[in-house]
T-cell receptor
Framework: EVTLVESGGGLVKPGESLRLSCAASGFDFKTYSMNWVRQAPGEGLEWVSSIGSSGKYIYYADSVKGRFTISRDNAKNLLYLQMSSVRVEDTALYYCARDFEGSINSQVGAIDIWGQGTMITVSS | QTALTQPASVSGSPGQSITISCVGTSSDIGSYNAVSWYKQNPDQAPRLIIYDVYSRPSGVSNRFSGSKSGNTASLTISGLQAEDEADYYC??????????FGGGTKVTVL
């Protein structure tokens, strides 16, 4: 079974840092591009970042650029999101999500597998 | 990063067809055939229902269809059923390698 399991969420204060992890299983992780997508309570989806299969191609939403860093460890089947200088507006459920390999292109927003999400609450 | 524009809500009776629009710009929808659509039920993760503008993943009903004209993409649900009631999001690749979602549309089956 293909699964993505996020961890690392919790309550943090503005300006603090934390790292999210996503453990992948059931598929050949190293051949897939991966994404982080977040959803604030009661709000819509917001793409955060994507990383290519080798880690070479990395992209960020303007709202997190310079503060968040995406990375991966293909030997351990792990995806990470290092979050720094967090803000109240970063409060959201953070999903780890796998690119859909059936799409003509990768890292274009076609996502077929989603984790259950990990909640980040930023509050003083 | 401005989101794609979707209507907040769309409704229809069982058996009818409805269309959800998704308005972007020449930097996203207008320039790339990389539009996806997602269905999200309450308290669940999104599910991919359309990719590459028109294509359906295996297992998705052919009642869902996608299209694009200029800077606007559309999702049509034919033969509306009670189970189609959910939130729907469009998504597009944007120049610079980024991805942008629409604000979401709540579909109500009357």
């Amino acid at each position: 079974e293909v699964t993505l399991v996020e961890s690392g969420g919790g309550l943090v204060k503005p300006g603090e840092s934390l790292r999210l992890s996503c453990a992948a299983s059931g598929f050949d992780f190293k051949t897939y591009s991966m994404n982080w997508v977040r959803q604030a309570p009661g709000e819509g989806l917001e793409w955060v970042s994507s990383i290519g299969s080798s880690g070479k191609y990395i992209y960020y939403a303007d709202s997190v650029k310079g503060r968040f860093t995406i990375s991966r460890d293909n030997a351990k089947n792990l995806l990470y999101l290092q979050m720094s200088s967090v803000r109240v507006e970063d409060t959201a459920l953070y999903y780890c999500a796998r690119d859909f390999e059936g799409s003509i292109n990768s890292q274009v927003g076609a996502i077929d597998i989603w984790g259950q999400g990990t909640m980040i609450t930023v509050s003083s | 990063q401005t989101a794609l524009t979707q209507p907040a809500s769309v409704s229809g009776s069982p058996g009818q067809s409805i269309t959800i629009s998704c308005v972007g710009t020449s930097s996203d929808i207008g320039s790339y055939n990389a539009v996806s659509w997602y269905k999200q039920n309450p308290d669940q993760a999104p599910r991919l229902i359309i990719y590459d503008v028109y294509s359906r993943p295996s297992g998705v009903s052919n009642r869902f269809s996608g299209s694009k004209s200029g800077n606007t993409a559309s999702l049509t649900i034919s033969g509306l059923q009670a189970e189609d009631e959910a939130d729907y999001y469009c998504c597009s690749h944007r120049s610079g390698g980024t991805v942008v979602f629409g604000g979401g549309t709540k579909v109500t089956v009357l």
